[in-house]
């Protein structure tokens, strides 16, 4: 068997990674016939040489690859020709050994955003069980949440759904936290916005990630909405201002990473950021500047940093500027 899963909604992924793992026995035999690799470490042998090993008293053996569509996408496997020593015929191979895997091999392939076009995935679709797991936006993004909420056996308001998406955005590892923890508040009541502002333990720190992104992504209404906010409930302004620098920083350093087209996992490990740091949002806002942009960006920073601590500016006018400053179009 073969599935393919891939999306830029990590959360969803990995919950119906499980939810398939259930359907393979039992858990502690399926562990131990688990192997996970690194497409960027994985030759095509030694994945199907893999797969074709018998599993140790289970009824499967999973064996789990990270990254191989986007990875060979990216390494421009399918533009050479098609030699024997050629990495798109070496990959090949396990195109054309698909058919011939073991019944009690289960070949999973686990990767991010990845185009439509890409041919390792066309090559491979027909072959397989396909699942996409696109971010959640919107209307999509409200309906996951009552959905949520209902299977854990109650309800929440319109009201408390909107502060919930403006506090902790389209994080949805960090919604389920919260929507677990505001259920067993409310007692079996309607979650409500106030029951969100007393308990989410998140809200202020998600609120400043949410008002960093709209200041880096050009939403100048949701950033200075935001702003005020933080400032309001007590937020230092120079924490806030750190906040974007560091982004801003991050930002710089992912620009100098983009010529070499690592894929996500590896730009993640250059970067120095935790496993949990949502990088594919971080290199969609970077595409957004090219980099003279970004240098003039910081560089306002710095002035903004400045005025401040010089008190040319008061903390609370010298951020409106800032944000206006950087959300004017390029």
Not at 17 to 30: I, S, V
Not at 79 to 94: F, G, I, N, V, Y
Not at 129 to 158: C, D, M, Y
Request: net charge neutral; with cysteine.
């Amino acid at each position: 068997m073969l599935y393919i899963l891939f999306g830029a909604d990590d959360f969803s992924l990995q919950e119906r990674l499980e939810e398939l793992k259930r359907g393979w026995g039992d858990p502690e035999l399926l562990a131990i016939n688990t192997t996970l690799f690194e497409a960027q470490q994985l030759a095509p042998n030694q994945l199907i040489n893999t797969c074709d090993t018998a599993p140790f008293l289970g009824q499967f053996r999973l064996v789990m690859v990270k990254g191989l569509l986007s990875h060979l996408e990216q390494s421009g496997a399918y533009r050479r020709p098609a030699t024997q020593s050629d990495s798109a015929a070496e990959w090949q191979a396990l195109v054309d050994y698909v058919p011939q895997m073991p019944p009690t091999t289960v070949l999973v392939l686990i990767d991010g955003k990845v185009s439509k076009d890409n041919p390792w995935l066309k090559r491979l679709a027909p072959k397989a069980n396909v699942e996409e797991f696109p971010l959640l936006k919107g209307t999509k993004l409200q309906q996951w949440i009552h959905s949520r909420v209902a299977q854990l056996g109650g309800s929440i308001s319109p009201r408390a759904v909107k502060l919930l998406t403006e506090l902790c955005g389209e994080n949805l590892r960090i919604l389920a936290n919260e929507l677990e923890k505001l259920h067993l508040y409310a007692r079996g009541q309607v979650i409500e916005e106030k029951d969100v502002r007393q308990i989410t333990s998140y809200a202020r720190e998600a609120s400043v990630f949410t008002m960093v992104d709209a200041i880096v992504e050009q939403r100048a209404h949701a950033a200075i909405k935001l702003l005020h906010q933080l400032l309001a409930e007590g937020v230092a302004p120079s924490y806030l201002l750190f906040m974007v620098t560091r982004q801003l920083r991050l930002m710089v350093q992912a620009k100098t990473l983009e010529a070499q087209r690592l894929p996500p996992g590896e730009a993640q490990a250059q970067l120095g950021l935790s496993p949990n740091y949502p990088v594919d949002k971080l290199l969609r806002q970077t595409a957004r500047y090219p980099m003279p942009r970004l240098v003039e960006v910081y560089s306002k920073l710095l002035e903004t940093d400045l005025a401040i601590k010089t008190g040319k500016w008061q903390d609370e006018l010298a951020l409106d500027l800032l944000i206006v400053e950087v959300c004017q179009k390029a």
